[in-house]
C-alpha cells in the first residue's frame, strides 16, 4: 500500500508539473559512445586479408577488404594502407592437404570451408605472432585488421506471417496479418574480425557476428548483393570498434 500511495502521488505531482507548463520543445542531444578499442597508438591500418569459406559465388576474402578499406577511408582517422590481400587459407592450411597458391584465388579454399567447424584447423595462423611481427614491420607497424568469414547459402520453410489486403462486403479495403507455408532460401553471413598489433604480432580484439537474410523461393538475389545487405548490418559494429561514434537524439523541456 506505501508503495502505491507513493506511486499515485509521483503520478499527480507530474500531472501538475505538466499542467502548469505552458509549452514543451524539443532540443537536439548527441551521445558519444567511446570506441571498443583504444587506437591512439596506430596511425595506420592495414586490411591483410581474411580465411573465408561457404559460397563459392563471392570472393568473400577480396569482398570483405575490399569494402572495410573503403569504410575506413571514409570514417577513420587512420590512414588505409593499400597492399595486396593476403591469401591466409594458403598459409594457414594444414600440412598434409595440398591447396593451390595463386595469392588471388579463394575458391579452392571456400570448397574445403563449409562450416565453423571446418576453420578450426585454419585459426591457429591468427596466433602467430612472429607471422603477424614481420607483416608489421613491413608496413611500419600499423594495426592490422585480419579475421574468418563465412558466408553460406541458407534455406528454410515453415509457415511465416505476412500483410495482405482485403476487402469486405462494403468494399472497404484493410490490411490483415495471415499466416501461410513458404519455403524461403538466403544466406547466413558468420565473420570474425581479429585487431592485431602490427608492433607485437599479438591480438589485442576480436568479436564475432552473424547475419541472415531470407527471400521467397521464387525470388532470385544475387549472393554478391546479399552478401552488401548483410555486411550493410555489421559496418557500424565494426567502425565502432576503431572510432567514437555518435548517437543523434531528443530531449523534451518543459516550460
Given amino acids: 500500500m506505501t508503495a502505491r500511495r507513493a506511486a499515485t502521488a509521483v503520478s499527480l505531482g507530474l500531472a501538475l508539473g505538466l499542467g502548469a507548463c505552458t509549452s514543451f520543445y524539443e532540443i537536439p542531444i548527441t551521445t558519444p559512445i567511446q570506441p571498443k578499442l583504444d587506437v591512439s597508438a596506430f596511425r595506420r591500418v592495414l586490411v591483410a586479408g581474411f580465411i573465408t569459406g561457404g559460397s563459392e559465388d563471392v570472393d568473400a576474402n577480396l569482398e570483405t577488404v575490399r569494402l572495410l578499406r573503403s569504410q575506413l577511408r571514409t570514417k577513420s582517422d587512420l590512414t588505409v594502407i593499400e597492399a595486396d590481400v593476403l591469401n591466409l587459407a594458403d598459409k594457414a592450411a594444414p600440412a598434409s592437404e595440398t591447396v593451390k597458391t595463386e595469392p588471388s584465388d579463394q575458391q579452392e579454399a571456400d570448397r574445403r570451408i563449409r562450416n565453423q567447424r571446418d576453420l578450426e584447423p585454419f585459426e591457429h595462423v591468427f596466433a602467430d605472432v612472429a607471422f603477424w611481427k614481420k607483416l608489421g614491420e613491413e ?10 568469414v563465412l558466408f553460406t547459402p541458407h534455406s528454410r520453410s515453415g509457415m511465416v506471417e505476412r500483410a495482405q489486403e482485403v476487402v469486405d462486403a462494403f468494399g472497404r479495403r484493410r490490411v490483415v496479418p495471415v499466416r501461410t507455408y513458404m519455403e524461403r532460401k538466403g544466406f547466413i553471413l558468420n565473420p570474425k574480425f581479429i585487431f592485431i598489433d602490427g608492433r607485437t604480432g599479438t591480438t589485442l580484439y576480436s568479436e564475432s557476428f552473424r547475419e541472415e537474410v531470407l527471400y521467397s523461393a521464387q525470388q532470385n538475389t544475387p549472393a554478391l548483393s ?25 530531449r523534451v523541456l518543459l516550460k
Wanted: glycine share 6%; aromatic share 12%; charged share 15%.
Fill in 139 to 148: 608496413y611500419q607497424e600499423p594495426l592490422i585488421v585480419t579475421g574468418t
Fill in 226 to 250: 546479399s552478401y552488401f545487405e548483410l555486411m550493410d548490418r555489421l559496418i557500424p559494429s565494426f567502425l565502432s570498434t576503431l572510432s567514437a561514434q555518435k548517437i543523434r537524439g531528443t
